[in-house]
């Protein structure tokens, strides 16, 4: 396994203890910004994009995450009866636009790290989650299938020169495995990123410690929480910590999910949440961030009330 210049010395903090911060959100960002996030703006808007990376990182994130989730090549081809439907109605690009636009985030993440760090160590993780929906690990496919095409997915992440993945809001231990050993056979870091119910189980019903266990032999450089309202992430972190040796963490989504976009609320403010998020450290994490609905002013409270553990 190697390591870039910009993510080598935010893996050294994570192995001292100290904390590395994640960005916030994406999609629900650009929603905010008042763009649709249909098709990921990766092509039609990348000024907002890129905008928005370099917003995250001038708040102080260590680790921004490209605007790529769910896009594979499955994601297309499931608007559609099979490949052949697709190829007979869809547009032509459709079975090599994902890796297209997997490429194109990449670039964008670069960009904007390269007009706002200012040489500060700041890592591009390409991010992905499952392979069907996040929140239905009943849909998930056979082990080796996942597992190719994970590595489909992560070469062309590796390709296109991001420096770690996010393998986020992971459903089951079994797709947390299949993408660790596909992220181990084409030799990038990688951290991967539970979604938990309010008790912090898994939505298969599998425990943080089963997740641990399997994964402990193919060493992701950490384990986190995602894409769960702040009480069920924090319950999933106390699940984990007794079972895992490496780097934990969290991030967890503030607003409700209300189809097919995002519904804001207040209830966690940036000041709240950096109360939480210190409570979070308090607890053990070491990597924090922010998923749905926060926004780069809830990282940059977040890093402001971390900076001493950072």
Same mark, same amino acid.
């Given at each position: 396994?190697? !390591?870039?210049?910009? !993510? ?10 100290? @904390? ?17 996030? /249909? ?8 000024? @907002? @994009?890129?905008?928005? %990376? ?6 102080? /994130?260590?680790?921004?995450?490209? =605007? $790529? ?8 081809? =499931? %608007? ?7 190829? %007979? ?12 636009? #997997?490429? /194109? ?13 200012? *040489?500060?160590? @700041? ?6 989650? $499952? ?39 992971? =459903?089951? +231990? ?7 050993? /596909?992220?181990?056979?084409? *030799? ?17 019903? &599998?425990? #943080? ?9 193919? &060493? ?5 929480? =995602? ?12 699940? #984990? ?19 097919? &976009?995002?519904?804001? $609320?207040?209830? !966690? ?6 109360? +939480? *998020? ?19 002013? %809830? ?8 900076? $001493?553990?950072?």
């Amino acid at each position: 396994m190697s !390591y870039t210049a910009d !993510y080598e010395p935010l893996r050294g903090r994570l192995e001292r203890g100290r @904390v590395v911060l994640l960005d916030g959100a994406i999609g629900t960002e650009i929603l905010r910004r008042d763009v649709t996030w /249909a098709d990921h703006q990766l092509k039609k808007r990348p000024d @907002v @994009v890129r905008a928005i %990376h370099a917003d995250y990182i001038a708040a102080g /994130a260590d680790v921004i995450s490209t =605007n $790529t989730f769910q896009l594979t090549r499955r994601s297309f081809l =499931n %608007h559609f009866k099979d490949l052949a439907h697709m190829r %007979h109605i869809g547009t032509p690009d459709l079975e090599t636009r994902w890796a297209e636009l #997997l490429r /194109a985030g990449v670039k964008l993440a670069q960009e904007a790290r390269a007009q706002t760090a200012g *040489g500060r160590p @700041v890592a591009i993780a390409g991010a992905m989650t $499952t392979l069907e929906w996040c929140f239905r690990p009943d849909l998930a496919p056979p082990a080796d299938q996942a597992r190719a095409e994970y590595r489909e997915v992560i070469e062309v992440f590796a390709d296109a020169g991001c420096d770690l993945l996010l393998i986020e809001t992971v =459903n089951s +231990v079994g797709e947390a495995v299949a993408a660790a050993e /596909a992220a181990r056979q084409v *030799g990038i870091p990688f951290w991967i990123a539970f979604v938990c119910d309010e008790r912090g189980r898994l939505f298969t019903g &599998e425990t #943080l410690a089963d997740a641990a266990r399997a994964l402990a032999p193919l &060493e992701p450089d950490a384990l986190l929480l =995602n894409c769960a309202p702040p009480p069920d992430v924090t319950a999933g972190l106390r699940e #984990l910590l007794p079972h895992w040796r490496g780097a934990a963490g969290i991030y967890p989504h503030v607003g409700r999910y209300d189809p097919p &976009e995002w519904l804001f $609320t207040d209830e !966690y403010p940036p000041e709240r949440y950096a109360e +939480v *998020g210190r409570a979070w450290v308090d607890l053990g994490a070491r990597v924090v961030g922010g998923c749905c609905g926060t926004t780069p002013e %809830h990282i940059a409270r977040l890093g402001g009330a971390l900076a $001493t553990a950072r």
